[in-house]
């Protein structure tokens, strides 16, 4: 049974600290750009688009598309890296287990 008790307080142990890796996640900023840094996105590594910066000579009325495509990409960009960064920062506490310890709910 002692094997048990330590077992679930390393547990919570483990939830406790991917609840605060969680929380730091939003404080995590990333950037990414497109179109040679025409449009820059800065997001934080829980998923949120904190600004979005475009270069004034990036805007031609005539290809508004193009511009529309560059938000796309660096936002697309931006949010690909908070994940990866969260995956990463997730996996040091985890010890690449794949969730905690492996078992489902962890």
Do not use: F, W, Y
Request: proline share 2%.
């Amino acid at each position: 049974m002692a094997s048990i008790g330590k077992l679930m307080k390393q547990a919570a142990k483990m939830q406790r600290q991917m609840q605060e890796a969680q929380a730091q996640m939003a404080d995590q900023i990333v950037e990414a750009s497109s179109g040679g840094g025409a449009v820059k996105v800065t997001a934080s590594c829980d998923g949120a688009v904190k600004s979005i910066k475009i270069d004034p000579e990036a805007v031609d009325t005539e290809d508004i598309s193009m511009l529309e495509d560059m938000v796309l990409g660096a936002v697309n960009q931006a949010l690909d890296k908070g994940r990866e960064t969260q995956a990463a920062e997730m996996g040091k506490l985890t010890g690449g287990m794949g969730g905690g310890m492996g078992l489902p709910g962890l």
